[in-house]
């Protein structure tokens, strides 16, 4: 499929278009054209975040906290403290892309949190 396409959009092999990381939604004018004729039509790009679920088992009575690095910028997201909890949802997060997670839980004795688990994380 011969095309010139724009705005980081791209038709897959079955004519499905393609776009990159919008940031809200979009309204965009898609124009197509083929044999000397033109089309134009606008279409809807809707912004979609991007989540995983991640489980947590063995921390029943416990109070934990998780930390997200992201090695690309450099940034780390915290979730918690929280008590007992069976699931970590981690959002709006870039795919295609390795994260480090640790998880850690309350040591009730001395104060400190105690690394539970620790784990590369690819989306």
């Known amino acids: 499929m011969g095309s010139n396409w724009s705005g980081g959009a791209c038709p ?5 278009l393609q776009v990159g990381n919008v940031e809200s939604d979009i309204l965009v004018e898609v124009t197509a ?25 063995g921390f029943e009575g ?10 690309e ?7 918690g403290p ?6 970590l949802v981690l959002e709006d997060l870039g795919t295609n892309q390795w994260y480090w997670i ?14 539970a688990h620790v784990s590369w994380l690819h989306l």
Not at 12 to 16: L, P
Not at 34 to 57: C, F, K, N, R
Not at 73 to 79: E, I, N, V
């Open 73 to 79: 910028t450099g940034d780390y997201r915290s979730d």
């Open 33 to 57: 054209s083929y044999g000397g004729l033109d089309a134009e039509h606008p279409i809807s790009v809707a912004m979609i975040s991007t989540q995983m679920i991640y489980p947590l088992s």
């Open 82 to 87: 929280r008590e007992a909890p069976d699931e």
């Open 12 to 16: 897959d092999a079955d004519g499905v």
């Open 102 to 115: 640790t998880i850690s839980e309350s040591n009730t004795m001395s104060g400190a949190w105690n690394k």
């Open 62 to 71: 416990k109070v934990v906290v998780a930390k997200v690095y992201d090695p």
